[in-house]
C-alpha cells in the first residue's frame, strides 16, 4: 500500500496483533490527545502466527476497520505472519520513506493526553539537527525530579517519533552492532554501566533467542552517538507487561504515573543529561537488588519489545 498526502501532524504508525482489549486502551487515550484529529493513522495488522491465533487477530481487524476520529485511518493487513520485528521495521520504514517523520506505537502503549503535543513540537524543534535521532514518551520511574526534557545517548521504544534521516541509521544486522561495540569498548558503558543487561539482549538477539528489533535500534543510535530526547515525566505507560504478550512477565517494575499536564518543549543543550543517566544507573541498580536474575532477564526482553 502506497502511502502519500499531506497532513498537519505526523502520522502515527500503530502495530497490533491480537490483544483487542489492549488496543481498545490504546485507541482510546490516542483519541484524548486532541491533535489525533488532525494526525492520520496507519495500522499495520499482523497475520496470525497459526490457527490458535486466528479469532483472535480477527477480532483485533474487526475492530481497526471502525476506527474513527483520526484525520484519516489507513489500514495493511499483512497476508502472512511477520512477526513484531520485520513488522515494525517494514512498517516504520513505509511512513518514513513516504512522510519523512513516524510516530510508532504498538496496541499495548497507553499514551497521557499531552503524548501528541509533545511528539509534535519536538519532531519540529529537532527536525534539522541531525545530532537528534528521536524523540521518546517514557522516562523511567526515577525517584528524582528529572528536568523537563533531557537527552540520553542511544533511542528507545515504548511511544517513539522519529524521522527519515534518523531511520536510515537503522542497522539490522546485530553481529555488526556486537563487533562493533566491542572493538571500541563500549559494551560497559552501552549496558548503563553494567547496571542493564543491553549486550546480553543484543546477543540473544543474534542467537534467536528473542527478536527484538528494539536493541539493534538502540545500538545503532548508540554507536552513532546519536540522541533520544526523553519527557521529565512519562507520557505513555506499558500496559503488555502482564503477561499478555509471548515473552512477557507480569511486573509494575517499570511502572510510574502518566503526566497529567503538557511538557513544555523547549531548546535545552543538544549533549546527553549525566545526571539523568546516573539516576537511571541507580534505578536499574536498585531493581536488580529487589528482583530475581531469572525475572530480570525476562524483563529485559519485555523493555525490548521481544513480543
Known amino acids: 500500500m502506497s502511502i502519500s498526502g499531506e497532513m498537519r501532524h505526523a502520522p502515527i504508525a500503530l502495530f497490533v496483533y ?5 488496543l481498545r486502551k490504546t485507541i482510546d487515550a490516542l483519541l484524548a490527545n486532541k491533535e489525533s484529529s488532525s494526525s492520520a493513522l496507519y495500522i499495520f495488522a499482523d497475520a496470525p502466527r497459526g490457527v490458535s491465533d486466528e479469532r483472535a487477530v480477527n477480532d483485533v481487524r474487526q475492530c481497526i476497520r471502525k476506527i474513527k476520529g483520526f484525520s484519516a485511518v489507513h489500514i495493511i493487513e499483512r497476508e502472512q505472519n511477520y512477526g513484531v520485528a520485520r513488522s515494525i521495521i517494514e ?9 519523512g517523520r513516524a510516530i510508532v506505537l504498538e496496541d499495548d502503549i497507553v499514551v497521557s493526553p499531552y503524548f501528541l503535543k509533545f511528539m509534535n513540537e519536538a519532531l519540529r524543534l529537532y527536525e534539522c539537527d541531525d545530532r537528534v ?3 521518546h514518551g517514557y522516562v523511567y520511574p526515577v525517584m528524582e525530579t528529572l528536568p523537563e526534557t533531557l537527552f540520553l545517548q542511544g533511542a528507545d521504544c515504548w511511544g517513539w517519533a522519529t524521522w527519515k534521516r534518523g531511520w536510515d541509521l537503522f542497522e539490522a544486522d546485530g553481529q555488526l552492532l556486537l563487533r562493533e561495540l566491542r572493538a571500541r569498548k563500549l559494551t ?3 549496558d548503563f554501566d553494567g547496571a542493564y543487561p543491553y549486550t546480553g ?5 543474534i542467537k534467536g533467542r528473542n527478536n527484538s528489533w528494539a536493541i539493534l535500534w538502540h545500538a545503532s543510535a548508540f554507536l552513532k552517538n546519536k540522541l533520544t530526547l526523553y519527557p521529565g515525566r512519562s507520557l505513555v505507560c506499558n500496559i503488555g507487561t502482564d503477561s499478555s504478550g509471548t515473552h512477557c512477565s507480569t511486573t509494575s517494575l517499570f511502572s510510574g504515573e502518566i503526566a497529567d499536564s503538557p511538557i513544555k518543549v523547549d531548546e535545552i543543550s543538544v549533549e546527553e543529561n549525566k545526571l539523568a543517566r546516573q539516576l537511571i544507573i541507580k534505578f536499574h541498580k536498585a531493581a536488580r537488588r529487589l528482583t530475581p536474575r531469572r525475572v530480570l532477564r525476562k524483563l529485559a526482553d519485555v523493555v525490548q519489545r521481544a513480543r
Open 91 to 99: 512498517g516504520v520504514s513505509q511512513v518514513c520513506q513516504e512522510q
Open 188 to 190: 560497559h558503558r552501552f
Open 18 to 22: 491480537n490483544r483487542l482489549q489492549h
Open 201 to 205: 539482549m543484543l546477543k540473544n538477539q
Open 133 to 135: 535521532i528521536s524523540i
